[in-house]
């Protein structure tokens, strides 16, 4: 079970026949153990990861640090599940340490995350205070190289 996740965590798109050639199983193994663990909630899903620089430049990503009031038996839970039902969260983390929720948003410039923080988020009962950091590049994201290597014609970098 854990091969196929983390292989399935480096290529998605891989065949049910490369699959079973890797681990030593038939292709139909390889299938009803992905349905297995799909119907298990083990795999939630499948996601495509994105050069934005090449697909859509203007996207702007953002990390937001929450301190928040725990809830009365839920803790940290009820706040997190409002948070997340918005469509500019992409995650929403619960952390130790000198904040107690970390959310990624994505929005189509830095105003669109600058009021979904100022209006939205900050809004949300039990939010004490927020810290916006703005993602201005990203190399790698789940073990995806994202930087395409150029090379700076003056030998900087």
Partial sequence: M????KIL???????????GEILGITPEQASAEIKRLEDEGVIKGYSVIVDDELYDNS???????????????C???????????YDEVETV???????DLAVEVKGNNLKDVALFVS???STIEGVLSTATHFILKK????????????????GLC
């Fill in 2 to 5: 854990t091969d196929i996740v």
């Fill in 9 to 19: 965590q480096q290529n998605a798109r891989i065949s049910d026949t490369q699959l």
């Fill in 59 to 73: 996207t702007v990503y953002a990390t937001i640090e929450l301190k928040v009031t725990p809830q009365r038996d």
């Fill in 75 to 85: 803790g940290f839970d009820d706040i997190a599940k409002t948070i997340m039902m």
């Fill in 93 to 99: 983390s619960l952390m130790s340490g000198a904040y």
């Fill in 119 to 121: 209006e939205r988020l």
């Fill in 139 to 154: 190399y790698k994201e789940k073990g995806i190289f994202i930087d395409r290597e150029e090379n700076d014609e003056r």
